[in-house]
Every structure is written in structure tokens, then in C-alpha cells.
């Protein structure tokens, strides 16, 4: 499913005075998943997920040196950690504060790798730390998916396209305008969170994509 933050991130990637970027956002708006999309330029990728592997917080346990931090994960995952080669993904990095102090070194101390971090709640985890890379971290926001954005999830390029092209100035023939506006309407029910609106791109089942829409609101609640 295209997102329009694939684009920032490859401008990320290609701008040579790029800094540690942190990705914020709620579960499940498809933030690891837009990173694994951008891994795909690179000629090695090493995520590390710290709630899944709670053994690698001891690694961010002592002075946190980029160098230190960055042999100790190639041998615990076998992957070879090379600057402008490797993207480093620290996934759940709000599971860590330690990790998420050890962003403004790696811009300090090793800026030719490209380091991203992904996080829920992050506020939470911030609050914790005596002080946060000010200067030394991008943000960038991920929220769920747009109006536009849900279109091309549906599989709606030309719509999409067609209605950007029009404006008050030049407005979309009747017909078109009715199809968007029951995609409006489809879009308004279903919300945009990428699992929902992936589900009934595939299915076209309202009640399997409420079913999983119930699902996540109670994970939020919770």
C-alpha cells in the first residue's frame, strides 16, 4: 500500500546532512512496515524490535558508543553494519529510553549510517530521559492513511489522479463526482488505518473490516 511518507524517507536518505530520524505515530498506522519499504534500497537492512527482544537493552546499558552498539547488533543478528550501506531500524524504541538517548551520538559520532527509530507513545518514554537530542534528531509524524491515500489503497490510481487534476476552476464530471463521494462515505465508516482498509480492498466485507476496526480500538482503550 503506497504512502505518501515513502516519499520524505527517501528524501531522508538522500540528503547528505541527515540526522537520526525518529518516526512517531500510534500503533498500527504502518510505520515499521513504510521502513521495510525503504530497506529495500538499501544493500542491508538490520531491525531491531526492542519489545520482542528485551536481551538487546543491555547493549544501551553502559556509555552508548554508536561503534560499541553497532558490532554488538551485527553479531547478535549476522548482519554486517556498514556506514551508507546499512539502514539500523530500532523499532518500539519507546520500550528503551536508553536507546533513545543513543540517537544524538550516532549523529555526533557515526553520521554516515543511516539510523531510523519507530515509536508509540513516545511522549511517555521522553518523560523519563534528563534530556533528548535537541538539534541532533529529526521527527517525522506518521498518522493513518489520507483520503487520497485511501483511494490508491483501494486500487482507485486513475480516480486518484483524476481528482487531483480538478478544482473549483475545473470541476470532475458528475459521474466521477458521485464515485468519489461514495468513497468519502466508505472512507468515513472504515476509517484509515492501513489493516482495515487492506481488508476490504481485498474482500469488500464491511463486517470483517468492523470485525478488525473493533479489534484495534480496544487494543487503543487498553
Known sequence: ????????????????????LLI????QVGKTYSVRQLAKSFPSFLEVNFESDRSIHTFFEKDLNPDEICMNLSAYYNVT??????????DEIQACPKAISSLRFFYEKRPGL??????????????????????????????????DEFLQGMGEESLYRFKTSHGTDIPLPVALHEK????????????????VVHSFAESRDYLRAQQILDRLINGYED
Open 1 to 20: 500500500m503506497k504512502r505518501f511518507i515513502d516519499h520524505e524517507l527517501l528524501q531522508w536518505k538522500e540528503n547528505p546532512a541527515r540526522k537520526p
Open 24 to 27: 512517531r505515530g500510534a500503533r
Open 81 to 90: 553494519v556498514q556506514d551508507s550501506q546499512t539502514l539500523l531500524f530500532l
Open 114 to 147: 543511516h539510523v531510523i527509530a519507530a515509536g508509540s507513545l513516545l511522549e511517555f518514554a521522553l518523560q523519563e530521559l534528563p534530556s533528548f537530542g535537541v538539534g541532533r534528531i529529526d521527527n517525522l509524524f506518521m498518522y493513518p492513511l489520507s483520503f
Open 180 to 195: 468519489l463521494l461514495d468513497y468519502l462515505r466508505k472512507f468515513l465508516v472504515l476509517g484509515g488505518l492501513p489493516e
